[in-house]
């Protein structure tokens, strides 16, 4: 059965960094894309990076441009998420999800058929 497991948050001080990864198992994820949502409590979930299958090509949200980087391993069948200088507005449950690419909707959560359980980063003023 097709897994995804975060990991990796936990609480940081604005202006800190962390690592999250997704490691998937159950199939082959190498030829399909890697997305990073997350959600903040009474907001809807909302896209925060993607990248293809040969990791030659990403998109990020505006609100983590040039502060968030998502990069990915397929021997290892990990996607990570570096992410610095945080703000207490990156506060919220942060999703691996995994789908066919999509060009114009990446960042729709419906295009992804494959979802972890979340990880929660926190981020202190």
């Known amino acids: 059965q097709a897994q995804l497991v975060e990991s990796g948050g936990g609480l940081v001080q604005a202006g800190g960094s962390l690592r999250l990864s997704c490691t998937a198992s159950g199939r082959t994820f190498d030829t399909l894309a890697m997305a990073w949502f997350r959600q903040a409590p009474g907001r809807e979930r909302e896209f925060v990076a993607m990248?293809?299958?040969?990791?030659?090509?990403?998109h990020y949200a505006d609100s983590v441009k040039g502060r968030f980087t998502i990069s990915r391993d397929s021997a290892l069948n990990t996607v990570y998420l570096e992410m610095i200088d945080l703000k207490p507005e990156d506060t919220a449950a942060y999703y691996c999800?995994?789908?066919?690419?999509?060009?114009?909707?990446?960042?729709?959560?419906?295009?992804?058929?494959?979802w972890g359980q979340g990880t929660q980063v926190t981020v202190s003023s």
């Open positions: 999800a995994a789908g066919i690419y999509s060009p114009m909707d990446y960042y729709t959560a419906t295009e992804y058929n494959y």
């Open positions: 990248i293809n299958w040969s990791g030659r090509n990403a």
